[in-house]
């Protein structure tokens, strides 16, 4: 009963706080503030930061300084009496099935590829699709390359880019800033023009790292399902979009990375690009239908995997690199300082695109 009364508290201070914005100075430095009523411990835990950071109290107000945040794309939230809230004076929040987390974004010097910058952009776009796989609604985003509006009867190819578990449709937008990450690539010459399709990757609702492999098949399936049979084909009819398999390319972070695995190797004969970020392992049988060496050395292009040093699907992603030497299906693995955060999956992206479609 107490939590509860607690849980109920912590909710009306966060309908109740008054806009509170961050405050960012010239020479980096950052205070956050939130109003916190009768707590009694308020911390602020930020993604750049190994260990939280207490906030000091002034009248019901609470505060703190942080004399230098590095530049990135951040996740943060407070802590108050335990229980993790995000900043309400903040309208950034990182898209998640339950939003959690708050997002500060301090640009770098020089510009990081995820960092807004005075060069030609492209469009977002926001759609809702009736679902005949599912039966029910759904939504995707879409981004055209700088200049498609004006660009006459001229096709492009397209890659599909998927988030990972928790995440939906427009996270790699929001907060993986993956339509600057294009623009800054495209204007500087490094990525060819392309459209990219972003759809929600939990047709099913989330699955569980515990859930059986029945269960976790079946959300792949229906993932399958669900992007050949409607999703591609409503790009494909509002879109300039070149055929062929060689035009087409696949890939994901964590859940996105074993859709991009379990969907892309049986079907290499439509997606010839395909990329894996920090990819969770699809399940067992499918990967070992699907790992044909003479199918696939003749239909991919590229098959790109990387993962971080202290990622804890590190060790399935090594298990999958030994299986693709033991095959002889050709590869290009990175490993990279890093953990399983979207830091990591920014950077994967600004290296995969420029691989595309050359």
Same mark, same amino acid.
């Given at each position: 009963?107490?939590?509860?009364?607690?849980?109920?508290?912590?909710?009306?201070?966060?309908?109740?706080?008054?806009?509170?914005?961050?405050?960012?100075?010239?020479?980096?430095?950052?205070?956050?503030?939130?109003?916190?009523?009768?707590?009694?411990?308020?911390?602020?835990?930020?993604?750049?930061?190994?260990?939280?950071?207490?906030?000091?109290? +002034? @009248? /019901? =107000?609470?505060?703190?300084? #942080?004399?230098?945040?590095? !530049?990135?794309?951040?996740?943060? %939230?407070?802590?108050? *009496?335990?229980?993790?809230?995000?900043?309400?004076?903040?309208?950034?929040?990182?898209?998640?099935?339950?939003?959690?987390?708050?997002?500060?974004?301090?640009?770098?010097?020089?510009?990081?590829?995820?960092?807004?910058?005075?060069?030609?952009?492209?469009?977002?776009?926001?759609?809702?699709?009736?679902?005949?796989?599912?039966?029910?609604?759904?939504?995707?985003?879409?981004?055209?390359?700088?200049?498609?509006?004006?660009?006459?009867?001229?096709?492009?190819?397209?890659?599909?880019?998927?988030?990972? +578990? @928790? /995440? =939906?449709?427009?996270?790699? #937008?929001?907060?993986?800033? !993956?339509?600057?990450?294009?623009? %800054?690539?495209?204007? *500087?010459?490094?990525?060819?023009?392309?459209?990219?399709?972003?759809?929600?990757?939990?047709?099913?609702?989330?699955?569980?790292?515990?859930?059986?492999?029945?269960?976790?098949?079946?959300?792949?399936?229906?993932?399958?399902?669900?992007?050949?049979?409607?999703?591609?084909?409503?790009?494909?009819?509002?879109?300039?979009?070149?055929?062929?398999?060689?035009?087409?390319?696949?890939?994901?972070?964590?859940?996105?990375?074993?859709?991009?695995?379990?969907?892309?190797?049986?079907?290499?004969?439509?997606?010839?690009?395909?990329?894996?970020?920090?990819?969770?392992?699809?399940?067992?049988?499918?990967?070992?239908?699907?790992?044909?060496?003479?199918?696939?050395?003749?239909?991919?292009?590229?098959?790109?995997?990387?993962?971080?040093?202290?990622?804890?699907?590190?060790?399935?992603?090594?298990?999958?690199?030994?299986?693709?030497?033991?095959?002889?299906?050709?590869?290009?693995?990175?490993?990279?300082?890093?953990?399983?955060?979207?830091?990591?999956?920014?950077?994967?992206?600004?290296?995969?695109?420029?691989?595309?479609?050359?």
């Amino acid at each position: 009963m107490k939590l509860r009364i607690l849980i109920l508290s912590v909710c009306l201070f966060i309908l109740s706080q008054a806009a509170l914005a961050l405050e960012i100075t010239p020479d980096g430095k950052v205070t956050f503030r939130t109003s916190a009523g009768e707590a009694k411990k308020v911390e602020l835990q930020g993604q750049w930061a190994k260990d939280r950071i207490a906030l000091g109290k +002034s @009248g /019901d =107000q609470w505060s703190v300084t #942080v004399d230098s945040v590095p !530049a990135g794309v951040w996740e943060y %939230n407070f802590v108050i *009496d335990g229980i993790g809230v995000i900043d309400s004076s903040n309208p950034l929040l990182k898209p998640q099935r339950k939003p959690s987390r708050s997002i500060l974004h301090i640009p770098g010097t020089p510009p990081n590829p995820w960092d807004w910058c005075d060069v030609p952009h492209g469009t977002v776009h926001q759609h809702a699709y009736q679902c005949k796989v599912l039966g029910r609604r759904r939504d995707a985003m879409v981004y055209t390359p700088p200049g498609y509006e004006k660009s006459g009867d001229q096709k492009y190819p397209l890659l599909v880019l998927q988030h990972g +578990s @928790g /995440d =939906q449709h427009d996270t790699w #937008v929001q907060h993986g800033k !993956a339509h600057w990450i294009l623009d %800054n690539l495209i204007a *500087d010459g490094k990525a060819v023009p392309m459209i990219v399709l972003m759809i929600d990757g939990h047709p099913m609702g989330q699955v569980s790292r515990e859930a059986t492999l029945q269960e976790r098949e079946a959300a792949l399936t229906a993932f399958e399902r669900e992007l050949l049979e409607d999703a591609l084909p409503l790009a494909e009819s509002l879109y300039r979009i070149e055929a062929g398999s060689e035009k087409r390319a696949l890939a994901g972070l964590s859940m996105g990375g074993a859709q991009t695995l379990g969907v892309g190797l049986p079907h290499a004969d439509r997606f010839a690009w395909l990329g894996c970020f920090s990819g969770a392992m699809p399940p067992g049988e499918r990967m070992q239908r699907a790992l044909v060496a003479e199918k696939l050395n003749s239909q991919l292009k590229l098959l790109w995997i990387a993962c971080g040093e202290n990622d804890f699907l590190l060790k399935q992603n090594h298990e999958l690199i030994t299986s693709l030497k033991e095959k002889g299906i050709r590869h290009e693995w990175t490993e990279t300082p890093g953990d399983h955060s979207w830091p990591i999956w920014r950077s994967y992206l600004s290296e995969f695109a420029p691989k595309l479609f050359r």
